[in-house]
C-alpha cells in the first residue's frame, strides 16, 4: 500500500537554527513527490515538486531533496515567518489516476 | 490570476442536513479534485474529475457524498445526510491537462464542515 511518513511530528527551532524535516516514502511507483507549506486556517501552498532521484530545488531558505526512498526539506536560517506545517506528498504511477497520498505533516515553530 | 476558491469558509449543520460545498478551480484548469481532513488525520483524496466526467471517484466514503461538475468549470459537494462523522475540513484542488506543471495540484483554502 502506497504510505507517507513524516518526522518529526513538530519541531521547535530558534531563528537562525538550520535543520531538516524528513518524509519517508513507500509507493510502488513515484510519478512525483510534493512539498506543500499550509498556515492555520488556509490550504495548502504549493513549495516544490521532485520527480527523480537526486533532484534538489530551491527556493529562498528552503531546499527540497529527493532519494529512491525518502525527501528532505532543510531549511536554512530560518525566521518566524517560516512558522508554519510542512506537508508532503506522493502521486504514483497509476494508470493516469492524480490522486495525491499525503503525510501527517510536520508542525514547525521558530522562535525569535 | 486567482487562485482556486470555496464557499462557504465555514459550516455548522446538524446530523441528518444536507449541506452543499461549492469548488471554484483556477480558470483554465480542466483537473479538479477534492479532499478532506478529519480531526487529526491526514488529508486524504475523495475524487477526481477531468471537465465534468469522473475520473476517480474511489475516496469518496459512501453514498451520502454526491460530487457533481456540471459544464466542467465549478464543482459541488453534496452531503446529504450528515453525519457526526463528516466533520472536518474539505479541500478542493486544480491542475492544468495540458502544458507545464500538469502534476502541481493548486488547493483551495477549504471548506470547514462542523456536523453537531
Known amino acids: 500500500e502506497d504510505q507517507v511518513t513524516q518526522s518529526p511530528e513538530a519541531l521547535r527551532l530558534q531563528e537562525g537554527e538550520s535543520s531538516s524535516l524528513n518524509c519517508s516514502y513507500t509507493?510502488?511507483?513515484?510519478?512525483?513527490l510534493f512539498w506543500y507549506r499550509q498556515d492555520p486556517g488556509k490550504g495548502p501552498e504549493f513549495l516544490f515538486t521532485?520527480?527523480?532521484a537526486g533532484e534538489e530545488k530551491e527556493k529562498e531558505r528552503l531546499k527540497a531533496t529527493l532519494t529512491k526512498k525518502e525527501s528532505f526539506l532543510h531549511i536554512t536560517a530560518p525566521k518566524p515567518e517560516d512558522s508554519a506545517t510542512y506537508l508532503c506528498?506522493?502521486?504514483?504511477?497509476?494508470?493516469?489516476?492524480?490522486?495525491?497520498?499525503f503525510g501527517a505533516g510536520t508542525r514547525l515553530a521558530v522562535h525569535p | 490570476e486567482a487562485g482556486v476558491t470555496q464557499f462557504p469558509s465555514h459550516s455548522v449543520i446538524e446530523k441528518g442536513q444536507t449541506v452543499t460545498l461549492r469548488c471554484d478551480p483556477i480558470?483554465?484548469?480542466?483537473?479538479l479534485y477534492w479532499y478532506r481532513r478529519v480531526m487529526g488525520k491526514e488529508i486524504k483524496f475523495l475524487l477526481h474529475?477531468?471537465?465534468?466526467?469522473?475520473?476517480?471517484e474511489s475516496g469518496m466514503p459512501n453514498n451520502r457524498f454526491l460530487a457533481e461538475r456540471t459544464g466542467g468549470t465549478y464543482s459541488t459537494l453534496k452531503v446529504q445526510p450528515a453525519e457526526l462523522e463528516d466533520s472536518g475540513v474539505y479541500f478542493c484542488?486544480?491542475?492544468?491537462?495540458?502544458?507545464?506543471?500538469?502534476?502541481?495540484?493548486?488547493f483551495g483554502p477549504g471548506t470547514r464542515l462542523t456536523v453537531l
Open positions: 506528498a506522493v502521486l504514483p504511477f497509476s494508470g493516469g489516476y492524480n490522486k495525491l497520498i
Open positions: 480558470s483554465g484548469h480542466d483537473n
Open positions: 474529475f477531468v471537465k465534468e466526467s469522473k475520473q476517480d
Open positions: 521532485l520527480y527523480s
Open positions: 484542488a486544480s491542475s492544468p491537462i495540458a502544458g507545464l506543471n500538469t502534476d502541481t495540484q493548486y
Open positions: 509507493v510502488s511507483g513515484l510519478r512525483g
